[in-house]
């Protein structure tokens, strides 16, 4: 019996020209092997999600992932190679520069989003901030990182304390005035 034919798929292209296997560049992305090779088979369709995994990882251009670009392109718009790839994983990604600069740019992003969110018709603060809080709690524990935060934060702060918005509700709530009692003279 014949082998089915085998398609087309710029990831697979992409993983042969940087040297990984599924199962490396799976692990790498954070997804299972299984769900990478079905991606690649067109049987999985790619998500955004895993696309910009895959984007982040390799420095590949967007466009190669979806189709636009018929050949593979780094972001630099250069055909793809292997020595580019040797090249974006030799940033040291643990360098204090490097790491301020993301924080910062973070920071900068997640004051914008909240600002946004308390302007126009509906003031959506509390969701907003919730759907960052829930996202970075993912982050850790899809990582794996709830052991080195606990020790980079000590007792500084309380992870937890970051989920939930407490705080500023009680602050709010204790800071109403109580209702008048003429409301209620009224009514009787």
């Known amino acids: 019996m014949s082998r089915p034919h085998r398609v087309n798929s710029p990831i697979r292209d992409l993983r042969t020209i940087i040297g990984k296997t599924q199962r490396e560049f799976a692990h790498s992305l954070g997804i299972s092997p299984s769900a990478l090779k079905r991606i690649e088979n067109k049987k999985l369709p790619l998500s955004p999600r895993v696309a910009r995994k895959i984007v ?4 590949v251009d967007p466009r190669c992932l979806t189709g636009e670009l018929r050949t593979l392109r780094n972001w630099r718009g250069e055909q793809y190679t292997k020595e580019f790839y040797k090249a974006v994983k030799e940033v040291d990604p ?3 520069e490097v790491i301020k600069k993301r924080a910062g740019l973070l920071r900068v992003a997640i004051e914008v989003l909240l ?3 308390v302007f126009g018709y509906r003031k959506q603060m509390w969701h907003v901030y919730a759907e960052i809080a829930q996202t970075l709690d993912r982050c850790r524990i899809d990582f794996c990182l709830q052991r080195p935060i606990d020790e980079i934060l000590g007792e500084r702060l309380d992870w937890e304390e970051l989920l939930v ?3 500023e509700w009680d602050a709010a709530f204790t800071a109403r005035k109580p209702r008048s009692s003429s409301r209620r003279r009224r009514k009787a």
């Open 56 to 59: 982040y990882e390799t420095a």
């Open 165 to 167: 918005p407490w705080t």
């Open 115 to 117: 600002r946004a969110s």
């Open 94 to 96: 643990c360098s204090e």
